[in-house]
């Protein structure tokens, strides 16, 4: 919102998806950037349920 570039992570732990973002910050997203989100929740998403069997 600040017209700054900021990172969202993702990863999984201990068979469950975190996101990680900076503290006290909005992410504002372009579509093409919602996109890439969806796309590394799914894997994550993917990964946490294929390590937890």
Same mark, same amino acid.
């Given at each position: ?6 990172? &969202? ?19 504002? &997203? ?6 890439? &989100? ?16």
């Amino acid at each position: 919102m600040a017209g700054r570039r900021r990172e &969202l992570t993702v990863f999984v732990k201990q068979g469950s998806v975190v996101i990680v973002a900076p503290p006290g910050e909005a992410a504002v &997203l372009e579509p093409l950037e919602v996109g890439r &989100l969806r796309a590394a929740l799914r894997e994550a998403a993917i990964y946490a349920a294929v390590t937890t069997e």
